[in-house]
Every structure is written in C-alpha cells, then in structure tokens.
C-alpha cells in the first residue's frame, strides 16, 4: 500500500530524526518505506542543495532559491518519488513542497499563487497524503541547531524575523488544510514525539486500508 508523507517544520524541530525513527519502525511493522529528503533526493538534487546551502552564495535571490528548490523537487518527484509510490511504497520525504510555500513564500515574500503554480508544474500536481508538521519556536529551533554541531549552512544564518515568518507560514497551512496535516509539539524529549508521530500515521494506513477493502 503506497502512501506519501511529508515531514515539515522549522530548522532545529527535530524532523529529521523523526523521520528517520518512523521509517525503522514502518520497517519493522513489513511496510516498504522510503526516506528522502529535500533538497536532494536525487544525484542531481544533491548537486543543487549544495548550491542552495553553500555559505558563500549570500548574493542568491529569492527568486533564484526558489527556482532551484523546484528544479530539485522537479527531479526528486520524477526520479524518485513517483515510481516509488507506483511500487507500493511509503515514500517518507524530509521537506517538500509546503517548504517553499513557507520559506520561500511566507519567508521571502514571493506571491503565494505564484509559488503555488511553480511548484504545481514542478511535481506534477503530487500532493502528499499526510504531513507532519514539528512545531518549535524559532528562537529554539536555532538554538538546537547550533548545539548539534551540524553545519551552519545559508538559511540558518538568516535573521531570526526570517524564521519567524516561516514559523507563521507553516501554521497558517496547518489551519488551512488540517486534514492533511497534523501538528506535533516538538518541545518534548524524542521518544514522546515519536510516540505522537506513529499514532498519526497509524491512524492514516488504517484508514487508508480500510479504504483499500471496501
């Protein structure tokens, strides 16, 4: 049984490793699932997030960034995504279109129909099943990620206003659509998170199977 979830969030809320723990545990429960990420995905998106994460490139434009997140998503939907999914399996993506609603859009400032259309074209109007959004101030999200030791790539190093902005795109999208999308508070330690994640996506493939039945 396919299905396309997608992890959202702002930087520091943990997502990747959640997304990383709800795979093993798929895994575990014989479901075929699939992490990926963007940017990335594919060889040639991880030749573009290099680019679009590069410290030196402070002179990229809005518009510039977020072609280049489409043109990734263009080439992870079409490599990857899709012919995973017509495999019957759970595609789990760390990031996907909704970031650059929220990054690009609410962040930047870029016309939200205009990111909305791009992005339509670039994945072929693939919408995710299920979208976990991991909610963390964004004062904290940076906090955590200086703490990681992680590289501090160009996006973590815009102004803390920035963050914010994204912050408040994601939760206007939650509030928009919250069928797709469930809000999960990623101020607790790992392990409750990812109990709150498994319970959401539990609930999705039993509906999904019951569908499946009828």
Not at 5 to 14: A, H, K, V
Not at 154 to 178: I, Q, S
């Amino acid at each position: 049984m396919s299905i396309f979830i997608t992890l959202e969030g702002p930087d520091g809320s943990g997502k990747t490793t959640q997304g990383r723990l709800l795979v093993e545990w798929l895994r575990e429960q014989g479901h075929g699932a699939l992490l990926t990420r963007e940017p990335g995905g594919s060889d040639i998106g991880e030749q573009i997030r290099k680019v679009l994460h590069a410290s030196a490139n402070t002179a990229m434009t809005a518009r510039t960034e977020f072609l280049l997140y489409s043109a990734s998503r263009a080439q992870h939907v079409s490599q990857l995504i899709l012919p995973s999914l017509a495999a019957g399996k759970v595609v789990v993506s760390d990031r996907y279109a909704d970031s650059s609603v929220a990054y690009q859009g609410y962040g930047r400032g870029l016309d939200l129909e205009t990111v909305q259309a791009v992005t339509a074209f670039a994945t072929t109007g693939l919408r995710p099943d299920l979208t976990l959004y991991f909610d963390v101030a964004a004062g904290e999200g940076l906090q955590r990620r200086l703490l990681s030791g992680d590289v501090w790539n160009r996006m973590d190093a815009e102004a803390l206003a920035f963050h914010r902005r994204v912050r408040n795109g994601y939760l206007e999208l939650v509030k928009a659509d919250p069928e797709r999308w469930a809000l999960i508070d990623a101020n607790r330690p790992i392990d409750e998170v990812q109990r709150d994640v498994r319970d959401v996506v539990s609930v999705r493939l039993e509906a999904d199977r019951q569908q499946a039945d009828r």
